[in-house]
């Protein structure tokens, strides 16, 4: 059996090796959000095994969800016979959030010999390109660029507007503001699991901002913080926008500071991931209006019974 311990912020650090040269495009694979997803439902672990980080998701009621990650090595992939021998070794039947592109570089046919291949359509990932959502050129943006007029001749134009980089002296305010966003989206009710999850996942990511490798932006309104995001790189060229928040209440905001952030926190990076709609109808719509260029499928691996 391997030695797994449970994730905490100080072991980002430690464990950040392995994700040099991080190739799965799949939000699921940046460590500052493996080890934030943490509340009393759900857990991370980690341990090291043959030169790779093996991360594994506990479930403190529905224990049918208990699974693994693919093996994150700066070095390479682990083959399909391989991932039989950790899941083995390391006590799981389940890796979950296994980006397409691993069974095309495998073949279907190969990975199929020791696993059921399941898709998991509300964690498929958009994929946007940086320079799209930072120029918003084209007619196909028109209606946003319109919203962000709005915004700035209501809000920026008057001097209302200010935006800061996220530090740990400014979190608190980001906090509250969450709190208030949750009560706007209602992102506490037992319908809305995921949303609860990620709303703790944000708590304990800014509660603990100075651990992680990441970079954000707040954005105030007459002094009051209105919107906040914060993003982490992924792969070489692709940076994952793990939290945006803004209020809906205000005309043209999420637009203008969804495109401060594309201007801000990713330039450098070819590609954004602005990660799943978690299967939410309205939050699917949002993402697709901004047109991504393409979609990674999100697709669970069961052990064949041997």
């Known amino acids: 059996m391997m030695n797994f311990k449970q994730l905490t912020p100080p072991d980002y650090a430690t464990y950040l090796p392995y994700f040099k040269n991080q190739r799965y495009p799949l939000c699921a694979y940046s460590l500052s959000?493996?080890?934030?997803?943490?509340?009393?439902?759900?857990?991370?672990?980690?341990?090291?095994?043959?030169?790779?980080f093996i991360v594994a998701a506990e479930f403190e009621t529905v224990k049918k969800n208990r699974h693994l990650l693919l093996p994150i090595s700066p070095e390479r992939m682990f083959a399909p016979e391989?991932?039989?021998?950790?899941?083995?070794?390391?006590?799981?039947?389940?890796?979950?959030?296994?980006?397409?592109?691993?069974?095309?570089?495998?073949?279907?046919?190969?990975?199929?010999?020791?696993?059921?291949i399941k898709h998991q359509g509300a964690y498929d990932d958009y994929i946007y390109r940086v320079d799209d959502l930072a120029g918003?050129?084209?007619?196909?943006?028109?209606?946003?660029?319109?919203?962000?007029?709005?915004?700035?001749?209501?809000?920026?134009?008057p001097g209302k507007v200010a935006i800061d980089a996220i530090n740990r002296d400014n979190a608190e305010e980001c906090l509250r503001f969450l709190e208030a966003w949750c009560l706007e989206r209602d992102c506490d009710a037992d319908d809305q699991v995921d949303l609860s999850c990620e709303k703790q996942a944000a708590i304990n990511t800014l509660n603990h901002f100075d651990a992680f490798d990441l970079k954000g932006i707040l954005l105030r309104i007459d002094g009051q913080v209105n919107a906040f995001g914060i993003s982490a790189p992924l792969t070489r060229d692709m940076a994952t926008l793990q939290y945006e928040k803004a209020f809906g209440s205000v005309r043209g905001l999420y637009q203008y500071f969804d495109n401060a952030c594309a201007r801000m926190l990713v330039n450098g990076?070819?590609?954004?991931?602005?990660?799943?709609?978690?299967?939410?109808?309205?939050?699917?719509?949002?993402?697709?209006?901004?047109?991504?260029?393409?979609?990674?499928r999100s697709v669970k691996l069961i052990l064949k019974a041997r």
């Open 269 to 296: 990076y070819t590609y954004l991931n602005k990660e799943s709609d978690m299967g939410i109808p309205g939050l699917a719509k949002a993402k697709k209006s901004y047109h991504p260029i393409k979609m990674v």
């Open 33 to 52: 959000s493996i080890i934030a997803w943490n509340n009393d439902e759900y857990m991370p672990f980690g341990a090291e095994d043959e030169g790779a």
């Open 136 to 157: 918003l050129k084209g007619n196909r943006y028109s209606k946003k660029r319109n919203l962000i007029k709005q915004f700035q001749r209501d809000f920026v134009d």
């Open 82 to 116: 391989e991932l039989v021998a950790v899941a083995d070794l390391a006590g799981y039947t389940e890796y979950w959030f296994v980006p397409e592109m691993y069974v095309d570089h495998f073949g279907e046919k190969v990975v199929g010999r020791h696993f059921t």
